[in-house]
Nanobody, 112 residues
Framework: VQLQASGGGLVQAGGSLRLSCAASGRIFSMGWYRQAPGKQRELAAIIDIGRNTNYVDSVKGRFTISRDNAKNTVYLQLNSLKPEDTGVYYC??????????WGQGTQVTVSS
């Protein structure tokens, strides 16, 4: 299954963005991951096939992950953005298979 993340952009602090991850086939548990400049990639949010969700503490209450199984698409709504949310956002299965090849992701830049 190929994944294409989109929806990133440049926003001011406090702004919002909606990221989309379109899959070429059926998807199961999925995650949104992010990588800030100079830092390791981290898991930000996950959603399973039953729409159960979990978030890293730093985004709880601000980000919302959702999915449309009919469209094989996963979304990430980013609200109340902070400069520290800046980074490249990727979607990938959760857990990430050893053979997984990361895509280019989508850049989110939050200005102060």
């Amino acid at each position: 299954v190929q994944l294409q993340a989109s929806g990133g952009g440049l926003v001011q602090a406090g702004g919002s963005l909606r990221l989309s991850c379109a899959a070429s086939g059926r998807i199961f548990s999925m995650g949104w991951y992010r990588q800030a400049p100079g830092k390791q990639r981290e898991l930000a949010a996950i959603i399973d096939i039953g729409r159960n969700t979990n978030y890293v503490d730093s985004v709880k209450g601000r980000f919302t992950i959702s999915r449309d199984n009919a469209k094989n698409t996963v979304y990430l709504q980013l609200n109340s953005l902070k400069p520290e949310d800046t980074g490249v956002y990727y979607c990938a299965p959760f857990p990430v298979p050893g053979s997984f090849v990361w895509g280019q992701g989508t850049q989110v830049t939050v200005s102060s």
